[in-house]
């Protein structure tokens, strides 16, 4: 890093947050860091040399080329801006960039320029910037940002965005489109989320060898990132928490309003999503995302994944059928394929809506925790028909087995959430109702 590094003010320093600006202190950059937890910024003042703190979102933006806001949320974030006491608008410097981090709607993209402009401040380079990829990838500058807004702002600020990103994606279109491409990339990771807690809690509850399960379905063409990245974690306590349940409840909360807004229909993601409040509901927002198995299973049985790997109930033999129902690994199988078909129906017909370019959308996805086997394999044959599960040659074979497979769980009084909503969205797609 060259020796004259523009300087940036960091605020929020959460799990992803401190990763990022403890990245651009080790590469160089001198970063003002802010974050309402003090622990936090003591922390961050530990980190050596360019790190530094501030007492608010003012003081930090002072003198500073590039404000980046990470924060949780846009209610978090217009205080931060535009509070008469602290906020950081009035005190940037001309021609300052900021560069917005933090998951919001499109919308706000959009509230946030204008506003801008309402104070006087139309002078302020904004580029809407969210991010993706884990605390992890956030530590180790290999994140993917979804870059967009006026060309030469993004140029100005792209030494910046190449340091935090592993890939770097810069979205046309103009402010909005990065935020846009984020919510495309999660309602695939907010479907397969739900999925693989729905899959396993059906292989704990029908008896099954849990683990076996697993790795029989993650070789299988139903494994997904988020199927292979999160069971182990229901296999294993010990591994402590991945992502918390408050992150994605908050993404996918975040798509259904806008999708409301644009009165566009995402019946998978809003299956998704009652299921998500309800672990909201139930005080589980701290813990790890797999917590949503627990509302798949018996009440005093909460770790039944965990117990079942490496065991079979007596009624049960290790993959196969039990004497008191016919569930096997396979019918677990038929059922996320179908769940996974649909998410790329509705995430994909939402993505041309917004238009937002299906060819780029497909690199995000194969490269980020959207991914799954049944994306790369079905995305070219479904783009061709409208994103229809109808236009696959295969549709028939797939909505018989998956109506199979939700008749072999029902004796079992297990419920299928998403596996049933597919099933629905095959037969009214079917009947050309959409």
């Known amino acids: 890093m060259a020796p004259q590094s523009p300087k940036i003010a960091f605020v929020g320093l959460g799990a992803m947050g401190y990763g990022m600006a403890v990245h651009l202190v080790k590469s160089g950059y001198a970063v003002t860091g802010f974050d309402v937890y003090q622990p936090a910024l003591d922390r961050f003042l530990q980190e050596g040399k ?3 703190s501030a007492k608010t979102p003012k003081e930090a933006v002072r003198d500073v080329n590039f404000f980046i806001c990470m924060v949780a949320n846009s209610m978090q974030a217009t205080p931060l801006f535009f509070d008469g006491e602290t906020g950081a608008v009035g005190a940037l410097k001309e021609n300052a960039t900021v560069i917005m981090c933090s998951t919001v709607a499109p919308a706000y993209i959009d509230e946030l320029q204008s506003r801008m402009k309402k104070v006087g401040r139309s002078d302020i380079r904004l580029i809407d910037s969210p991010v993706s990829g884990g605390a992890g990838r956030a530590a180790d500058g290999t994140l993917s940002v979804f870059a967009s807004g006026a060309k030469d702002d993004v140029e100005n600020a792209r030494a910046v965005l190449q340091c935090m990103s592993g890939m ?15 919510l495309i990339h999660q309602i695939f990771a907010g479907i397969h989320i739900a999925m693989a807690n729905e899959a396993m809690g059906l292989a704990a509850v029908a008896g099954m060898d849990t683990r076996v399960v697993f790795e029989r379905l993650r070789g299988s063409e139903a494994c997904s990132w988020m199927f292979e990245n999160r069971v182990p974690h229901m296999l294993d306590a010990g591994l402590g928490r991945y992502s918390a349940m408050t992150i994605i ?21 809003s299956t998704a999503e009652q299921l998500y409040l309800s672990a909201l ?12 198995v627990r509302l798949y299973l018996p009440p005093s049985q909460a770790d039944l994944i965990a117990t079942q790997s490496g065991h079979t109930s007596k009624s049960s033999t290790k993959v196969s059928s039990s004497p ?5 690994w396979e019918t677990i199988r038929d059922i996320m394929i179908a769940v996974h078909i649909a998410a790329i129906t509705e995430a994909m017909g939402f993505c041309e809506y917004l238009g937002i370019d299906v060819g780029m959308m497909y690199d995000i996805v194969t490269n980020a925790a959207g991914n799954s086997k049944i994306f790369k394999e079905c995305f070219p044959r479904m783009g061709k ?25 029902h004796p079992l009084r297990y419920p299928l959430y998403l596996g049933s909503a597919a099933l629905q969205e095959f037969w009214r797609q079917g009947r050309g109702l959409g």
Do not use: M
């Open 249 to 269: 409840a908050k993404d996918v909360g975040i798509i259904t309003q806008t999708s409301r807004t644009h009165k566009f229909p995402l019946p998978l993601l």
């Open 324 to 328: 008191i129902h016919n569930v096997t």
């Open 168 to 182: 770097l994606y810069e979205i046309p279109g103009g402010l909005g489109g990065g935020s846009k491409a984020k």
């Open 50 to 52: 360019g790190a530094s």
């Open 385 to 409: 028909k409208g994103w229809r599960v109808w236009g696959l040659e295969e549709a028939e074979q797939i909505v018989q087995r998956l109506a199979k497979a939700v008749n072999d769980v």
């Open 281 to 292: 509901t139930n005080g589980w927002g701290a813990e790890d995302d797999c917590v949503l």
